[in-house]
Every structure is written in structure tokens, then in C-alpha cells.
């Protein structure tokens, strides 16, 4: 183990050992050594002993369980039993009045019969509890403790079959096994779930006369253009054609033909559905049916059309059903299916088919987790040959929308779960807001109502937080991957800044930092994130990949998670956690299994990770310790965005070292570990200084 002594930094420096971090010798568990009055605390005051009860009082407390984590919000139940020198149960209504040495009593009900309950608040510093009453003898049936949170290692930003791209549910949760992580937090697009099919593009029946539309989108997007694109090929000689003669119903259907083909084996072209946004993927677990009328022309020599669904990222590994009429191709893989669509000569034929159905049988091994990008149009054809097809009214409907398919997707995962996988639970991205994307965190936390939306992204925020949720706000510089050049990169720094700053970032309580390079560096990601901080916003820094394909997690630079601080991995602890900065964010692939257990405190005034000191004065005694660091990486110390110092980790395995600062005009300090040429490896979250508590969210305060 390395522990070292920084210089005194800002001030007097306070002596400390350096035990095994997070020793109860070394940081003070358990000892009130003081602690700093926010807004509705007020210092402890010593009780003077009332006179005893008549023929005396003896209480016994048992707790619903000894081990209860520091957590500042977990409630255990108490039950007292009273009773007098004889064992006799103390007279009805009389109140005991328990007081606990840490933590907070409440709710306690007179006796009856002897017995009473209350309830025990947890501290948010870890340490022994003692309990007492003015009048009695108090003795617990078991040792209570406060117990230091644990790391719940969780991935807060990832895409399965339910979004674009060719990633599973199944394959990320055998991912995060091999990993070591512990949760997986998916935040599949809203648009995927499809509550309002007023907003959806399920019927291209061509009768705007052109192989393109659109569609109402919502408030912020406005219009969303949809067309058929294009997608060529060596078959020059192909057409798709809008006209009146092809229709089925309706005034206007499409006509495929093949040409003039050109000499040398088979030529292929291909037209496919193209629309902006995400108004076209969805998901086999929605239970999928496809469905066209089709009209065959002429068809003579090997000529092949084919309307076809494109499997989970088709053209990049993925898979293809191909509903075809000519050949089938003898050339493909296991991961094509051909399926005659039984066309005729002269006579319109209407096709309809489960594809979920169809891609369940063909893939068993993934089940209900693929996805489809709707739908495109393709001919093949050899010398010699020609073809010509009507098709119209094509329709691609989905059995579960909304809430039913949230309800699908943790029920799918449930079973992924119970398989010996990480735990999963479900959010969701909001992204049909011009101003930014959005994570919402938190099961009871509805589908956006984008027709009934006229309050923007604040309203959404309102509405997460008033279902219990929690909000982020998503890569700050946009959904590009490329980095930008320094100069643009500053502009943007500066830019999203002032917008956060002036619209208070919508409420939003946890923010997308953790990114090595998403337009911007992660030093720009830190610059905005501290901006914001300086000026008395507090959102919670927290590690993103926002992965969409296989094969990208753990090996893209975009691979941080987020640990977070909690008595469990319970929703209602993560929520807890995250929402009063009780993490640290970084790349997993970098620590044995995946895992690293931090601390970063204020020892003597009982503060923690994301909690806020008020009225601190003078020197302050900080700790950062991890129960495992690379002997290559060094610890930075940051205050209010500088550089303070710097601390070589010097040998590989458990760190820790002491630092002061000076609590006068300071705003905030946090810890980064890089490592070789400041490569980024792990970020804590602050400790805050204010002079004033109003305003502040009380859990970001200790609590006593």
C-alpha cells in the first residue's frame, strides 16, 4: 500500500495516519468529531437524566436489521419492549424517548401492553450506534451499526435490440458479466415504444404521388421527412417508379422493373425506407407483422424482387428476412431467410407475415431481442433477364406500444437476470426535444406526452421527478462521435455553458461527464461541469458509453461506467445515491474485475462524495483512498476547477493520502486518478462549500 502526506495545500495542514483506507482508526467512523450546521440542523446538545420512573425502567430494542447503510435515507423499523424493576410492562402511554448517538429516532408511539415502535433514520456517516433514553436503561437486543456504502458498478447509458444499431440485450448482459458489473441501466429511445402512433410511420401507400412524405413529428422537430433512398448497385438499368396504374387501392402504388442488365454474373439494386431520427427501428419483442399487397407484372429469366426486413443492423453482421418472388439466393448465409411471397401474373396478392415470429424460429438464440429497420425494396437480375412488380400499401405494425412494452422489456430482462446475469433495470432517452437529449431513471417515470408537451424539456424534468425519478442530461456537446478541432471546441464549451447556466441545465440532476472523446475531450466535459458548479449548480458527474453495437463496449475509448454508492442495488438506493452525488465514474477494464471501492471524504466534519459542507471555515482535513490503483497512474487534486497537486500512486494496490485545503472562498473539490500521459482512468464526484444553505437540496447535506 502507498499512503502519502500532501504538502499543506491552502492553508494549515491536520496530521493523519495512514491506515487501510476506510479504516474506522483512520478516518474517524463512529467518532461525532464535529460537523458543520446546514440549513435545518442545529449542533447536538447534551440531555440532562430526568428522575427515574417509579420501580424503575428497562427498555430492550430490537431493529429490523443491525447492519444499516450510511446512506442518510434508510428507515428500520424499532420495536421497544419496556418494562420495570420486576419485569412488569411499564404502564400504557408512557413514552420511552430513545435517542440514538447517530442517525435519528422518530415516530415513536407510547406503550401498550409494553410494547411500542419507532423508527431509526440513518446517519450518512458510517459508525457504532448507541442508543438512549432520559428515564431508562436501554439495551439493544443486537449492535447496531451505520455500515460504509459499497460500489454498484452500473452502465447508465447502453442500447439493446429495442434501439438502432446491432446490439442485444442478451449479448451486453453477458458483456457486463464477464466484465464484473453489477447493473445494467437501459435507456432505450422513447420514440422506440411508440405511444403515439399519431407520430408513427406505419403505412407507406405512395399517395402523395412521390416516393416520399412526411411526417407531424412533434413540437420541437417539427415535420420529419421520410422517402425511399437510393441505395444503388451494378443493376443501372432498375426503376422505382410512383404511378397511378400501380395502385392497388387508393390513387397511387410503386412499380419495381428491371431494365437493360448488364453482361457478367447477377447485378443487384435496392431501394430502402430512410427517414431522420429513430422513426423506423423497432424491436421483435414488440411482436412485429409486416404486410403488403404485391402485383407481379412480368417476370422472365433470373430476375428476383424482394421486399425485405433488415435484421439488427443489416449490412454490418446482421440478419435479413427476404420475402421474395423469382430465386432464391443460393449463395446465402445463416443469417438470411428466404421466404416465397407467393406473387402471381396480372392479380394482386395480399402478404402478411409475423416477422417476430419468423426471426424467433430462424434465431432462437436471440429471442425476442433483435431489431428492423422497417423495410427495403431489392431486384437481382442476370443477363437477359427482366421483371416488373406492383407494390402498395405497405404496413409494418407493432402488437405492444408503450407502457406494455416497457413492461415486455423488464419482464425479457427479468429472465435474463434470473439466468445468473447482472441486475437490469429500465429507463428511458428522451430524445423528441430539439434542446438536448435526456436519461430518465426511475420505474414509475411515464412516456413522454409529445402531443400534450408544451413545456419542453423543463416539463419533462417536472414530470420524472414528480413519479420519484431522476434526470440526465445527455452528452453535452451533441450525438456526433468525431472530436472537433480546439477552436470549436472551446466555442462549444463556452456556448453549452451559458445555456445550462441560463436554463439551470432544465432541472435535470445528473449530468453525462465521463466521456474520453465525444466531440469535445474529457477536459471539456470537466470545464462545463465545474462552470456549472461554480455558480451554485450541483449535478451529479456520471460515466457514459451510450452504446448501441456488439462488439463496441470495453474496447471503444467511450467505455466509462458509473459507481455508485449505495446500501444495495435496489432502485429506490440507486436513485438515492445518484441524485446526492454518492459516485465516481471511470473505465472498468482498467481495475481487477471490473471494480474499485472509493472514498473521498472530509473526515472530521462527516462529509462525503457529493455532499455539501456549509459555513466551513479555515483548514480542512480531506482523504481519498481506493482499494486498488495502478502503480503507473497518478492522483490529481482539483479545486474549483485548478490543479492543486498531484500525487504519484507509486505502487500498485491499495492507496490513500491526506491533503487541507482552506475552506475560505472555496467552492468545490474532487479527485481525478489518470494515468500515463493523463490518460483518463477514474473521476470522483465533489465535496461542496457553501457559506449558506437555502436552496440546497437536503440530500446533498450530511446527515448527522
Keep these: 500500500m502507498n499512503c502519502r502526506m500532501l504538502p499543506l495545500l491552502l492553508g494549515a495542514g491536520l496530521a493523519a495516519g495512514c491506515g487501510r483506507p476506510g479504516s474506522d482508526e483512520e478516518v474517524g467512523v463512529g467518532r461525532r468529531v464535529g460537523s458543520v450546521a446546514g440549513p435545518d440542523t442545529a449542533p447536538e446538545e447534551d440531555i440532562a437524566p430526568a428522575p427515574p420512573l417509579v420501580g424503575g425502567c428497562h427498555v430492550t430494542v430490537r431493529a429490523a436489521r443491525s447492519g444499516i447503510p450510511a446512506d442518510g435515507h434508510t428507515a428500520v423499523p424499532l420495536s421497544l419492549v419496556g418494562t420495570d424493576d420486576a419485569g412488569r410492562p411499564l404502564p400504557d402511554g408512557t413514552v420511552i424517548g430513545v435517542v440514538a448517538s447517530s442517525g435519528q429516532v422518530s415516530g415513536e408511539t407510547a406503550l401498550r401492553g409494553g410494547l411500542a415502535v419507532a423508527e431509526l433514520r440513518a446517519s450518512s456517516w458510517p459508525g457504532d450506534i448507541q442508543l438512549t433514553a432520559p428515564r431508562c436503561q436501554v439495551g439493544m437486543a443486537a449492535p447496531l451499526r451505520f455500515e460504509p456504502l459499497q460500489a454498484v458498478s452500473a452502465q447508465l447509458h447502453l442500447h439493446g435490440s429495442l434501439s438502432e444499431g446491432t446490439g442485444t440485450m442478451r449479448e451486453f448482459n453477458a458483456d457486463a458479466a464477464a466484465a464484473g ?9 422513447d420514440f422506440i415504444f411508440r405511444e403515439h402512433p399519431e407520430l408513427d410511420l406505419e403505412t407507406i401507400d405512395w399517395e402523395n404521388g412521390t416516393a416520399e412524405g412526411e411526417l407531424p413529428g412533434t ?23 410512383v404511378l397511378a396504374e400501380a395502385a392497388a387501392e387508393g390513387s397511387y402504388g410503386a412499380r419495381v422493373e428491371v431494365g437493360e442488365v448488364p453482361a457478367g454474373g447477377e447485378h443487384h439494386r435496392s431501394w430502402g425506407l430512410s427517414v431522420r431520427q429513430i422513426w423506423q427501428q423497432r424491436p421483435t419483442l414488440a411482436g412485429l407483422q409486416l404486410s403488403f399487397r404485391v402485383r407481379r407484372n412480368a417476370m422472365a429469366g433470373t430476375a428476383t424482387f424482394a421486399v425485405v426486413a433488415n435484421l439488427s443492423g443489416a449490412g454490418e453482421g446482421g440478419r435479413a428476412i427476404h420475402f421474395y418472388d423469382g430465386l432464391a439466393d443460393s449463395s446465402a448465409g445463416s443469417d438470411e431467410l428466404w421466404v416465397p411471397m407467393g406473387a402471381r401474373t396480372g392479380e394482386w396478392v ?17 429471442e425476442r431481442d433483435l431489431s428492423t429497420s422497417m423495410f427495403t425494396l431489392a431486384l437481382s437480375a442476370e443477363e437477359g433477364a427482366e421483371g416488373s412488380w406492383d407494390i402498395d400499401s405497405v404496413e409494418f405494425r407493432q402488437a405492444l406500444r408503450g407502457q406494455a412494452l416497457l413492461d415486455a422489456q423488464r ?21 423528441g426535444l430539439a434542446e438536448g437529449h435526456l436519461n430518465a431513471f426511475g420505474s414509475n417515470v411515464p412516456l413522454p406526452d409529445y402531443p400534450g408537451l408544451t413545456g419542453g424539456l423543463d416539463e419533462l424534468v417536472a414530470v420524472a421527478h414528480a413519479h420519484g425519478g431522476i434526470v440526465a442530461f445527455n452528452h453535452l456537446f451533441g450525438v456526433g462521435c468525431t472530436l472537433a478541432d480546439e477552436a470549436s471546441r472551446a466555442e ?23 466521456y474520453r472523446e465525444r466531440v469535445g475531450q474529457i477536459s471539456d466535459f470537466l470545464q462545463v461541469w465545474d462552470g456549472l458548479a461554480l455558480e451554485g449548480q450541483l449535478l451529479t458527474g456520471i460515466g457514459s458509453s451510450d452504446i448501441h453495437g456488439r462488439g463496441e463496449w470495453g474496447e471503444a475509448p467511450n467505455n466509462f461506467i458509473t459507481w455508485v454508492a449505495a446500501g444495495s442495488d435496489d432502485e429506490a438506493d440507486l436513485l438515492h445515491g445518484l441524485r446526492r452525488g454518492a459516485a465516481w465514474f471511470g473505465d472498468p477494464t482498467l481495475f481487477p474485475d471490473g471494480e474499485v471501492q472509493v472514498s473521498f471524504e472530509a473526515p472530521e466534519l462527516h462529509a462525503s462524495t457529493g455532499q ?9 482535513h480531506m482523504r481519498f483512498a481506493a482499494d486498488w490503483l495502478d502503480a503507473t497512474w497518478t492522483v490529481r487534486v482539483i479545486a474549483d476547477g485548478e490543479l492543486l497537486a498531484e500525487v504519484p500512486v507509486g505502487e500498485t494496490g491499495p492507496f490513500a493520502t491526506d491533503f487541507t485545503v482552506n475552506a475560505e472562498g472555496l467552492r468545490l473539490v ?27 437540496d437536503p440530500d446533498r447535506l450530511p446527515v448527522p
Aim: glycine letters at 14%; proline letters at 5%; aromatic letters at 8%.
Design 181 to 189: 458489473l453489477d447493473l445494467l441501466w437501459w435507456t432505450d429511445h
Design 612 to 620: 455539501v459542507l456549509v459555513g466551513a471555515a479555515g483548514p480542512v
Design 670 to 696: 474532487r479527485v481525478e486518478v489518470v494515468g500515463p500521459e493523463a490518460y483518463p482512468v477514474l473521476y470522483t464526484n465533489p465535496i461542496y462549500f457553501f457559506e449558506e444553505g437555502a436552496g440546497l
Design 411 to 431: 419482464g425479457f430482462l427479468a429472465e435474463l437476470e434470473g439466468a445468473g446475469g447482472p441486475a437490469n433495470l429500465v429507463g428511458q432517452e428522451i430524445t
Design 350 to 366: 395480399e402478404v402478411v407475415v409475423d416477422v417476430s415470429a419468423l426471426a424467433d424460429a430462424t434465431w432462437p438464440e436471440q
Design 492 to 514: 462549444q464549451v463556452e456556448t453549452t455553458l451559458a445555456e445550462l447556466l441560463a436554463t439551470e441545465a432544465h432541472g435535470c440532476d445528473l449530468l453525462e461527464v465521463g
Design 219 to 241: 413540437m420541437a422537430t417539427g415535420s420529419i421527412p421520410w422517402s425511399m433512398v437510393d441505395r444503388g448497385g451494378t443493376l443501372g438499368g432498375a426503376s422505382l417508379s
